[in-house]
């Protein structure tokens, strides 16, 4: 049943994203954490595969962020604090105000958290649905956000295999990449195609 609610979903969007009238972006939010991790590692067949004991941390930088699906500009946020209702208000404002520039109406899809759906954004949605409104997959299905994609993405580039001293220096490494997918690029436009 729910592969068939996937086939389902994954036909409205590639509908949306067709649809000249309208501009289809996707939302997510992320972690990075301060101790790096390992993607690969080639070990000789005779020595025993080595234990990498990870910095007992739980430090790690949010980010907000969505990509416009028809050309992969990237648009992000850094959250200081947890994710939450008023956190998502304000990115979702901040996204309204630099994605509804064209004619086209921005549809945002994103996942079921709570703090998508909230009360304390509620009103601020219904009167922007006309030309900015989300779109919920369902529910346990991050494989049909393409943002999840970019998340992937950058983690291979920016933190893998890398020792960071302090939490700063992955938020420069992660913003430097972003910076470099502000601007509509291919990287994310093949990345995050729905065919």
């Not at 993607?39 to 067949?45: G, I, K, S």
């Not at 509620?122 to 999840?148: G, H, I, V």
Request: aromatic residues 12%.
């Amino acid at each position: 049943m729910r592969i068939w609610n996937g086939r389902r979903r994954i036909k409205k969007l590639q509908g949306l994203s067709l649809d000249p009238a309208i501009d289809l972006w996707a939302m997510d939010e992320v972690h990075f954490q301060q101790h790096g991790s390992r993607c690969r590692m080639w070990v000789p067949p005779e020595t025993k595969d080595p234990v990498l004991l990870h910095q007992p941390t739980r430090k790690s930088v949010g980010y907000y962020g969505a990509v416009r699906l028809r050309d992969g500009r990237f648009f992000f946020r850094q959250e200081t604090g947890k994710f939450n209702a008023l956190t998502c208000w304000e990115f979702l404002q901040e996204l309204c105000a630099s994605s509804t520039r064209s004619a086209r109406q921005v549809v945002v899809i994103t996942d079921n958290a709570r703090y998508h759906h909230a009360q304390l954004h509620r009103d601020w949605r219904q009167q922007k649905a006309e030309r900015f409104r989300l779109d919920f997959l369902p529910p346990y299905s991050p494989e049909l956000n393409p943002t999840e994609r970019v998340w992937k993405l950058t983690r291979r580039l920016c933190v893998h295999n890398r020792y960071f001293t302090s939490l700063s220096d992955v938020a420069v490494a992660v913003e430097t990449e972003f910076k470099n997918w502000t601007k509509p690029n291919n990287t994310l436009r093949r990345l995050c195609a729905i065919t």
